[in-house]
């Protein structure tokens, strides 16, 4: 099964030269409103805030290749492409709520995923169409790489106490929050195809999206307070073991093979 998903892969992992423009330019837009406070502490500073959003723009952008790259390789491994999309419309939203709101209320709209059926991939599965299980799966996959990716650079931060490391940690968890959130694409008044990770995960089913949106917001706590306002390891050690915790639940709800 191992060299089975690690030969799909090979031949069929890729983001298509559309997905690197729109990852890239959201990036930017998303790096601005997250950045949009630390252009200068009393006045205006360009430098500052150039240097500040560039890094931003970075990190964000590490956080989803690292989301949407995990989201691929689970859809992979349940016979589907994976194809990840942008809604322009929401983001140039977040970026006016930015403005008006000073830069208080960073909203980032995370984009929307299509699972495409891939035929020969899906040659001997059970039920041969395409499963709200295998979707739900995929779009928990990104959230819980958010979220790993955030526990562990939870320990560098304590080591080094790195201002952009710390930074990292709350990108993660923003990106993660957002993506939860059950929303559908829209063109105008019409619904396109792609939705939200939380999406497909809601219609799977709604108590394990309550328990999975309510664990994200209650681990984010708990890995935030280990890190800035006890920081030490054994908490954070911990809260390592609590997710371990609600990740083998999570499996064992859904009939996951280990």
Request: glycine share 8%; aromatic share 20%.
């Amino acid at each position: 099964m191992v060299l089975e998903i690690i030969t799909r892969v090979r031949d069929e992992f890729r983001f298509s030269p559309r997905e690197q423009r729109e990852l890239f330019i959201s990036s930017l837009i998303f790096g601005f409103i997250l950045s949009f406070r630390k252009w200068g502490v009393v006045d205006f500073d360009v430098t500052s805030g150039f240097k500040n959003w560039i890094f931003s723009s970075i990190l964000i952008l590490l956080v989803m290749l690292a989301s949407i790259s995990m989201q691929k390789i689970f859809a992979l491994n349940d016979g589907y492409r994976l194809h990840y999309s942008w809604w322009l419309q929401g983001i140039l939203m977040g970026l006016l709520i930015t403005f008006i709101s000073v830069g208080y209320l960073p909203i980032i709209y995370p984009g929307t995923t299509f699972f495409e059926h891939v035929k020969r991939l899906r040659m001997g599965r059970y039920r041969h169409g395409i499963n709200t299980k295998d979707l739900a799966v995929g779009s928990i996959a990104g959230v819980v790489t958010n979220v790993f990716l955030a526990l562990m650079f939870g320990f560098i931060y304590l080591a080094t106490e790195n201002y952009w490391v710390m930074q990292f940690i709350k990108f993660n968890f923003l990106y993660a929050f957002f993506s939860m959130l059950p929303l559908p694409r829209f063109g105008g008044l019409k619904l396109h195809a792609g939705a939200t990770p939380g999406i497909h995960i809601f219609f799977f089913g709604r108590p394990l999206y309550v328990f999975i949106f309510s664990s994200l917001i209650i681990y984010s706590l708990l890995i935030i307070s280990a890190i800035t306002i006890f920081g030490n390891f054994p908490l954070l050690i911990l809260a390592m073991l609590v997710g371990l915790a609600v990740m083998f639940f999570f499996l064992k709800y859904i009939n996951y093979p280990f």
